[in-house]
């Protein structure tokens, strides 16, 4: 599975962007997805999960009510709509793809990895 994120950019706080993650092969909808994000000096952390059927989501305390994560089967698609940026968004976010039916917010638990999309929150 190859998975190719965009939408990244450069935004003002309290500003909105979305971020999509597009994958290759016939499968996607046996995986759950997920994005984390590696801020500069900081590890990569957990942001947002959702089941393969797209009813379940998960978000990290820090994103919660402010980012909204989606997937959409027929397109082999995960999103990422974040509202309401603050400079401690600024990161690389990375979508990853985990085979099976549990989400999990340990990266090492999951088998596929885009590129990274870089986000810079301007204040």
């Known amino acids: 599975v190859q998975l190719q994120a965009s939408g990244g950019g450069l935004v003002q706080a309290g500003g909105s962007l979305r971020l999509s993650c597009a994958t290759s092969?016939?499968?996607?909808?046996?995986?759950?997805m997920g994005w984390f994000r590696r801020a500069p000096g900081k590890e990569r952390e957990f942001v947002s999960s959702?089941?393969?059927?797209?009813?379940?989501?998960y978000y990290a305390d820090s994103v919660k009510a402010r980012f909204t994560i989606s997937r959409d089967n027929a397109k082999n698609t995960a999103y990422l709509q974040m509202n309401k940026l603050n400079p401690e968004d600024t990161a690389v976010y990375y979508c990853?793809?985990?085979?099976?039916?549990?989400?999990?917010?340990?990266?090492?638990?999951?088998?596929?990895w885009g590129q990274g999309t870089l986000v810079t929150v301007s204040s």
């Open positions: 990853a793809a985990r085979s099976g039916s549990l989400y999990s917010t340990n990266p090492v638990e999951y088998d596929y």
């Open positions: 092969g016939r499968t996607f909808s046996t995986y759950v």
């Open positions: 959702v089941s393969r059927s797209g009813l379940n989501t």
